[in-house]
């Protein structure tokens, strides 16, 4: 059974630092795997997807990394600023197709 | 990019009424539609998947006749909560897939997400 975690649950970091989020999953059978942006009380927004076959994808501030064999994912956010205070989601789909999600690390950025 | 819009965003109600909570895909066909329910500081759970024109398919431990779901037409998914009770109070959230349904390179989009909450 899939299980993905994130860590840390929670960051507080000052504006302008640079910051790694990081999420593992046991089964390295996926698919791909998605980081999202959720805020309070808020849907999900798509950050970036990365296929099995990738390594990383990039959009912006954000650089998404896989490494499908050991079962981790890193979002990097350069530059961060207060509009990034956020929970940041992964979830990845598995060769059942199912999407499992982790439980997010909730990211304050310190103005 | 795609867009899902998720009605109402919250909904207040007395124990024992139902509560219709509806996913729309404004600019594309989702054939496809996910329910999730999620709780405070945990994770999304996925209840249900949404075929349009046929059942959907739940998930272990999700009550069929609890939660009613119908995926009537390709841009309209509703999930309906019967009898709801003090529990069912949670958060939410649809989300569909762009086409071709069934590539497993697809995203996700989200709608913004039902705060339910049942007195």
């Known amino acids: 059974k899939q299980e993905v975690t994130q860590i840390p649950a929670a960051l507080s970091v000052p504006e302008g630092e640079n910051l790694v989020l990081n999420c593992s999953f046991t089964?390295?059978?996926?698919?791909?795997l998605q980081w999202f942006r959720q805020d309070p009380g808020k849907g999900l927004t798509s950050l970036l997807l990365?296929?099995?076959?990738?390594r990383e994808q990039t959009s912006g501030r954000l650089n998404a990394s896989l490494d499908k064999s050991s079962g981790r994912s890193t979002l990097y956010i350069a530059a961060s600023q207060p509009g990034d205070s956020a929970t940041y989601l992964c979830?990845?789909?598995?060769?059942?197709?199912?999407?499992?999600f982790g439980k997010g690390t909730r990211l304050h950025i310190l103005p | 990019g795609a867009v899902v819009s998720q009605h109402p965003s919250w909904v207040i109600c007395k124990s024992g009424t139902s509560v219709k909570i509806e996913c729309r895909s404004l600019?594309?066909?989702?054939?496809?539609m996910f329910w999730y329910r999620q709780f405070p500081k945990q994770s999304l759970m996925l209840m249900a998947t949404?075929?349009?024109?046929?059942?959907?398919?739940?998930e272990q431990g999700v009550e069929k006749d609890k939660f009613l779901i119908n995926h009537a037409s390709l841009t309209l998914s509703t999930l309906t909560v019967t009898s709801a009770h003090p529990e069912d109070s949670s958060f939410y959230i649809c989300?569909?897939?762009?086409?071709?349904?069934?590539?497993?390179?697809?995203?996700?989009?989200f709608g913004s997400g039902t705060q339910l909450s049942v007195l």
């Open positions: 989300s569909a897939t762009t086409p071709p349904t069934g590539a497993r390179n697809e995203k996700l989009f």
């Open positions: 089964d390295s059978a996926i698919y791909n």
């Open positions: 990365i296929q099995s076959s990738q």
């Open positions: 979830a990845v789909r598995g060769r059942d197709d199912k999407i499992i």
């Open positions: 600019d594309f066909q989702a054939t496809t």
């Open positions: 949404s075929n349009e024109g046929s059942k959907a398919t739940y």
